[in-house]
């Protein structure tokens, strides 16, 4: 039974033997990586997701989308963790900003360029595509410039202590 038309509710479909194995597959590749309960928020509200964005008429069955989307989901979960360790090695806390470097302090002095480029990414969340348009350059050139300006706060960051 593949067909989520015939599960009445979000908890019928939950409890497919179908939709069960593929939540239990894709969540096996990355309980070394993620927060148990953040994988259950993620099967979670990806199932949701999917139950209300799911087009029989395209030809795929819902489980195979579900796994496509589940993968999507724990992928963007695990760039999170990668931008918050980054963020930590660099001694910047912008949500809590309880640690003594704030954001402030850690770019206090730098080149407007380096800075510039540092609050694009860190502070407004911009990708690396909207970081190069908002400056005039590609994604990469962006990438580089916040790779260099990553390793000016290092070094600042190590001078301070």
Not at 37 to 64: E, H, P, V, Y
Not at 66 to 93: C, V, W
């Amino acid at each position: 039974m593949d067909n989520i038309e015939d599960c009445a509710n979000f908890d019928e479909v939950l409890n497919n033997q179908y939709v069960k194995g593929v939540l239990s597959k894709v969540s096996s590749f990355y309980k070394k990586s993620i927060d148990h309960d953040d994988i259950d928020s993620i099967c979670m509200t990806t199932l949701w997701r999917c139950i209300q964005n799911f087009d029989k008429s395209k030809g795929a069955k819902f489980t195979t989308f579900l796994y496509n989307q589940l993968g999507f989901a724990f992928k963007n979960e695990l760039k999170n963790i990668k931008k918050t360790i980054s963020l930590q090695d660099m001694s910047i806390d912008c949500a809590k900003s309880t640690t003594t470097d704030s954001l402030g302090d850690l770019i206090g002095g730098l080149p407007d360029s380096v800075s510039k480029i540092l609050k694009q990414r860190y502070v407004y969340n911009m990708t690396m595509v909207e970081v190069g348009k908002a400056n005039g350059y590609s994604r990469e050139t962006a990438r580089r410039r916040l790779q260099y300006a990553i390793k000016i706060c290092k070094k600042k960051h190590k001078n301070l202590s």
